[in-house]
């Protein structure tokens, strides 16, 4: 499914936005808390291959930049969004800001609906208090992110899943900061491949796109906007205002991280990894400007010793090694939209991750796996309670999903669930791929 539509949660803090999000992508993806401001980056979802749903931060005074850009986030979901819920907490009156907000997105022209939540408590107001913020009654909703009242009709009011054209096509969607060489390497791509199926220009989600043939495979080429910082002084890991490249990610099948070669640590690269793996997607790291590092000087960036006859390609490999550790297995691929180095190589790594993506492994090799790691290093536990793991079991694929059952795996701790996976991995690459983990404790015989 391409071109999915954007629907946009706004309103203030502590309306139930999260929530409303959770329930409906039927799982806890985002943080739901009872202290204001719990959510601080957009949190998007696909809903039910229909639309992709984004949960915007909380609109607080822009006390400093921080706040600021919570409130530019707004903005931009509101540009980006093809429908609009603002949310209200039904059991008080509206203010200022409420009315600021609701103001915002009819400007905007969008189709804007009001979700009064929190309906389920006693105290919740008459419908004819909310009339004064400019939204048709037809397009106000009770509803009760804690109970599930009024979803199935903002279901209907929402966009439904339509057939796909091309359901077998492999959606790469290039995700970097602006100037890394997205549109170089876009370009590149669309050309490597005599058999181009279509191309067509991006509108209010400002992606472009191509369809190329490779090895039969039919691939959809995304190329995204550049994901900025909001601004100078940022407080935690910098924040992501371009809401439509956020909603490629949760879009594509696989996503390539591109990183410049000659600005290679990058704090929003790695942060761009991360939130590529939170959305369970396929990932490979594209180096841009390879071809730069054929004479730029050998840089010793940690300081290792023995390193002569070392080149700046092996240095920058290296240290990307080092930066993003938590990635271990993302393959990585020097490139040059100049020379065309190494591209079709980004087609055959997108046909083997989409491979391991979909990779079923067998319930007696993966408990086979299991029993061995247990025996050669057992997990600990508390003073007189040792967690057992009992058995394993892949539940699902795309991104490849595990089960373990046993007794008191509550108290697993998160190193030597780290060693089960590099166990599991050791056995199968599962290149390009984040695998997930369920602990289930079972009734004790």
């Not at 039927?26 to 291959?49: C, F, L, S, W, Y």
């Not at 959606?171 to 791509?189: H, M, Q, Y």
Request: glycine share 6%.
């Amino acid at each position: 499914m391409s071109n999915l539509p954007i629907v946009a949660l706004i309103g203030q803090t502590n309306a139930g936005k999260s929530s409303i999000l959770n329930r409906m992508a039927k799982k806890n993806i985002a943080i739901v808390a009872r202290e204001e401001g719990t959510t601080r980056d957009n949190v998007v979802a696909t809903i039910d291959n229909a639309f992709i749903l984004i949960d915007t931060a909380g609109l607080k005074n822009p006390s400093d930049d921080f706040e600021a850009s919570i409130q530019d986030q707004i903005t931009d979901a509101i540009d980006a969004a093809d429908i609009v819920l603002v949310t209200l907490d039904s059991s008080k009156y509206f203010d200022q800001k409420d009315a600021k907000i609701a103001k915002d997105a009819l400007k905007s022209g969008k189709d804007v609906y009001l979700l009064l939540n929190k309906c389920d408590l006693a105290e919740s107001l008459p419908i004819e208090e909310f009339r004064a913020l400019g939204i048709t009654p037809e397009k106000m909703l009770y509803l009760s992110a804690t109970t599930g009242q009024g979803f199935n009709k903002l279901r209907s009011f929402l966009p439904q899943k339509k057939i796909a054209n091309d359901e077998t096509s492999l959606k790469l969607a290039l995700i970097g900061r602006p100037n890394v060489g997205k549109s170089s390497l876009f370009n590149v791509l669309g050309k490597k491949q005599q058999a181009i199926v279509s191309s067509r220009q991006g509108t209010t989600r400002d992606i472009n796109r191509v369809s190329v043939k490779y090895k039969g495979q039919k691939l959809e080429i995304l190329d995204t906007a550049g994901l900025r910082r909001p601004g100078k002084r940022e407080v935690g890991i910098e924040k992501f205002s371009a809401i439509r490249s956020l909603a490629a990610i949760e879009e594509a099948d696989i996503c390539a991280l591109l990183i410049d070669a000659t600005e290679p640590h990058s704090k929003l690269d790695q942060a761009l990894a991360g939130q590529i793996i939170e959305a369970g997607k396929g990932i490979m790291m594209i180096v841009t400007k390879a071809d730069l590092l054929e004479t730029a000087e050998p840089t010793n960036y940690f300081g290792e010793e023995n390193v002569a006859n070392r080149t700046a390609a092996d240095f920058l490999l290296d240290d990307l090694e080092r930066d993003y550790d938590f990635l271990p297995y993302a393959p990585v691929v020097l490139t040059s939209s100049e020379t065309g180095q190494n591209v079709t190589q980004i087609f055959e790594l997108a046909l083997q991750i989409n491979k391991s993506r979909h990779q079923e492994l067998k319930t007696s090799e993966l408990n086979a796996i299991l029993n061995d790691a247990i025996v050669s290093h057992p997990p600990a536990g508390l003073k007189n309670t040792r967690p057992k793991p009992k058995y394993i079991v892949q539940t699902d694929t795309c991104p490849p999903w595990f089960v373990v059952h046993g007794h008191d795996l509550k108290l697993l701790h998160w190193s030597w669930k780290r060693f089960l996976e590099r166990k599991i991995r050791e056995e199968y690459p599962l290149i390009g791929t984040p695998i997930e983990f369920s602990y289930h404790d079972d009734k004790k015989d």
